[in-house]
């Protein structure tokens, strides 16, 4: 089983920045990519950044230029920093893992609140 625990949500000004975090544990594939997912309410969830395991990134349109996803192999973990925070960005953020070969293989976090007041 593979745990995946964000954290590094929270209420942030318009123009401010956050950093969230997401650690995983258990058996993790190395060949995996890691992901940022948003969920508003009455929306659908949406993917806004991702990174495979070789590193490449890809990011949703609304957030290019402000957010940078990353990852630390070595701590198992995938970042995301978001900067200059707009209204529309507040969400609920998942994390998420997957394999780049076994689509059965996949993972999700929890959950974390970002708030943004204007």
């Known amino acids: 089983q593979v745990q995946l625990v964000e954290s590094g949500g929270g209420l942030v000004q318009a123009g401010g920045s956050l950093r969230l975090s997401c650690a995983a544990s258990g058996t993790i594939f190395r060949d995996n990519a890691r992901g940022w997912y948003r969920q508003a309410p009455g929306n659908q969830r949406e993917l806004v950044a991702a990174?495979?395991?070789?590193?490449?990134?890809n990011y949703a349109d609304a957030v290019k230029g402000r957010f940078t996803i990353s990852r630390d192999n070595a701590k198992n973990t995938v970042y995301l920093q978001m900067n200059s925070l707009k209204p529309e960005d507040p969400a609920v953020y998942y994390c998420n893992a997957k394999s780049e070969v076994f689509k059965s293989w996949e993972y999700w976090g929890q959950g974390t609140q970002v708030t943004v007041s204007s």
């Open positions: 990174i495979g395991s070789g590193g490449s990134t």
